[in-house]
């Protein structure tokens, strides 16, 4: 009867043993712990956004400088005369009419027309200009000079040499030039035209010739 209690003893004591040692020991293949509701959300939100993105940074430019013409060996435009654009034709006229010089005048002539016509048949428009010194009493004779293309110091032709204009008024057709004026008679005073002269000039191959002229009493 004590040998059947013993060997009771004993199993008991086996038991608590392998009872003890399976509380100590986690399987290999247990299962793990999920995370909290708050770690799961803020991972799933986390890999739903992707990363963050790179703040841009704004930077200013100035506009491309406009490309530089290059450099011509043009020469200076010219006008319709054949002479620059910036030819004074009041100083011209001032030159070839012989004005003299006072300290209370302009250096520059009373300007009336200036036209542009080929009259020399050359292809270029020559300067056709109506024009009287200037004065400070009364209306000095007009003159009209015609200007070759490639010239704005010696004119072609001048007329109303043996005549006082007082006005001139110009018509150029072909290589004819017709000038229609007021004039002055000898015995008339200067306020007071008395004539219409009409007057036409053509050009020959090397000058001027007149080839018309017509005087009325006003």
């Known amino acids: 009867m004590r040998q059947v209690k013993n060997k009771l003893t004993l199993l008991a004591l086996t038991g608590c043993a392998i009872a003890a040692t399976a509380a100590c020991s986690t399987p290999s293949d247990a299962p793990i712990a999920a995370p909290s509701a708050s770690t799961g959300a803020g991972s799933a939100a986390s890999q739903a956004a992707g990363p ?54 302009p250096k520059r002539a009373e300007v009336q027309h200036v036209d542009h016509s080929d009259l020399t048949g050359d292809g270029r428009k020559d300067t056709i200009v109506a024009a009287s010194c200037p004065t400070t009493t009364s209306t000095n004779a007009v003159r009209v000079f015609v200007f070759g293309a490639d010239s704005s110091t010696e004119p072609l032709l001048t007329i109303g040499k043996d005549s006082y204009l007082r006005t001139a008024d110009l018509r ?36 001027f010739t007149r080839t018309a002229f017509k005087s009325t009493a006003l």
């Not at 620059?84 to 070839?96: M, N, Q, S």
């Not at 004026?181 to 035209?193: F, G, I, K, W």
Request: net charge negative; charged share 25%; proline share 9%.
């Open 172 to 207: 150029a057709k072909g290589r004819s030039l017709t000038v229609e004026s007021e004039a002055l008679s000898d015995d008339a005073p200067l306020c007071c035209p008395d004539l219409r002269i009409t007057q036409s000039w053509k050009w020959t191959g090397s000058a």
């Open 52 to 105: 963050a993105p790179s703040p841009t940074v704004s930077t200013s430019t100035r506009p491309a400088a406009p490309a530089e013409k290059p450099a011509t060996s043009e020469k200076p435009s010219t006008g319709q005369g054949g002479q620059a654009d910036d030819t004074d034709w009041a100083k011209v006229a001032f030159r070839a009419l012989g004005c003299k010089r006072d300290a209370d005048l």
